[in-house]
């Protein structure tokens, strides 16, 4: 059974930096691609960060913004989205989700594409 749990949100200032991690249990992570999303109420699920498997080689990313930085750690089953100089606007509730994958030289910014997803992590923007 896959499962995501995403950690490290909270009550951050503007200006400062967030490291958001995404545990996954259940799979070898090596042949998944992950992506970071984040909603707000009313509005969809924004593709923000993504990461192609790592299995065979050095994996793609893609970033909706020089702002976001994805990484994972195989070993420790973990991949970790950081957002830098954040603002109001980036207050939502932050989800990882996860679909295998057969080459690390794609992932998606569509949530559709993927088939499996965390609770959601809280992350607020004020002063």
């Known amino acids: 059974q896959v499962q995501l749990v995403e950690s490290g949100g909270g009550l951050v200032q503007p200006g400062d930096a967030l490291e958001l991690s995404c545990r996954i249990s259940?799979?070898?992570?090596?042949?998944?691609?992950i992506g970071w999303f984040r909603q707000v109420p009313g509005k969809g699920r924004e593709g923000l960060s993504c990461?192609?498997?790592?299995?065979?080689?050095?994996p793609y990313t893609n970033s909706i913004e020089e702002r976001f930085t994805i990484s994972r750690d195989d070993t420790k089953n973990t991949v970790f989205l950081r957002i830098n100089n954040l603002r109001p606007g980036d207050s939502a509730v932050y989800y990882c989700?996860?679909?295998?994958?057969?080459?690390?030289?794609?992932?998606?910014?569509?949530?559709?594409?993927?088939?499996?997803w965390g609770q959601g992590t809280h992350v607020t923007i004020s002063s």
């Open positions: 989700a996860a679909q295998s994958w057969y080459t690390t030289s794609y992932c998606s910014h569509n949530y559709l594409w993927y088939a499996y």
């Open positions: 259940g799979v070898p992570l090596d042949v998944y691609a």
């Open positions: 990461i192609g498997p790592a299995k065979t080689g050095t």
